[in-house]
Nanobody, 118 residues
Framework: QVQLVEFGGGLVQAGDSLRLSCAASGRTFSSYTMGWFRQTPQKERELVATISWSEGYTYYGSSVKGRFTISRDTAKNTVYLQMNTLKAEDTAVYYC???????????WGQGTQVTVSS
């Protein structure tokens, strides 16, 4: 059974950096896309970034492009989200997700809270 577990959330100040980790288990992910999403009570779920497991192709949402970096360590089965120059509007619960190529996002982590104080 696929399991995604996020780590690394917390409370930081505007301008700080934070790195989130997502430990993936339960299968091989060579034909999967991994992603980070975020959500607040006031907004719909937002796609932050994605990465293809095998090739490492990346995509970023416009609100984080240039500040956030998604990466993966295939040996550790872990996906990372390096967040730099954090802003108050980055405050959200961040979720890790996985999707088989061509399919919907079928697997989700439990989420980790990121709070950026201004």
């Amino acid at each position: 059974q696929v399991q995604l577990v996020e780590f690394g959330g917390g409370l930081v100040q505007a301008g700080d950096s934070l790195r989130l980790s997502c430990a993936a288990s339960g299968r091989t992910f060579s034909s999967y896309t991994m992603g980070w999403f975020r959500q607040t009570p006031q907004k719909e779920r937002e796609l932050v970034a994605t990465i293809s497991w095998s090739e490492g192709y990346t995509y970023y949402g416009s609100s984080v492009k240039g500040r956030f970096t998604i990466s993966r360590d295939t040996a550790k089965n872990t996906v990372y989200l390096q967040m730099n120059t954090l802003k108050a509007e980055d405050t959200a619960v961040y979720y890790c997700a996985a999707a088989s190529y061509g399919s919907q996002w079928g697997y989700w982590g439990q989420g980790t809270q990121v709070t950026v104080s201004s």
